[in-house]
Nanobody, 126 residues
Framework: QVQLVESGGGLVQAGDSLRLSCAAS????????MGWFRQAPGKEREFVAA????????YYLNSVKGRFTISRDPANNTVYLQMNSLKPEDTAVYYC???????????????????WGKGTLVTVSS
């Protein structure tokens, strides 16, 4: 079993930056793939980014490419989402997630991952 705890959300102005953290615990070796999703009020869950503990791949939602960066620190079982040039449309609850396999970006976008954190709220004002 794997536990995921997000932190770093908050209220910021458009154009600001924010870094989210996801602390993973338990049998983290069983979930080599880590990702971030978000859900805005009244909208469906949206895939944001994913990577592996080994750093063998990265996936990004097109609308965040060039602005968001996913990174990881395997020694400390921590995954980050650096968010720059934030826009009001980025406002959402952001969820950390984990999976046993590299199933591909479009699988994750459609079906999510196996394990989920409780989420952290990011609000971007204009």
């Amino acid at each position: 079993q794997v536990q995921l705890v997000e932190s770093g959300g908050g209220l910021v102005q458009a154009g600001d930056s924010l870094r989210l953290s996801c602390a993973a615990s338990g049998h983290t070796a069983s979930t080599p793939v880590m990702g971030w999703f978000r859900q805005a009020p009244g909208k469906e869950r949206e895939f944001v980014a994913a990577t592996s503990w080994s750093g063998s791949f990265t996936y990004y939602l097109n609308s965040v490419k060039g602005r968001f960066t996913i990174s990881r620190d395997p020694a400390n079982n921590t995954v980050y989402l650096q968010m720059n040039s934030l826009k009001p449309e980025d406002t959402a609850v952001y969820y950390c997630a984990a999976d046993q396999y590299d199933r591909g970006q479009y699988y994750y976008a459609r079906s999510g991952m196996e394990y989920w954190g409780k989420g952290t709220l990011v609000t971007v004002s204009s």
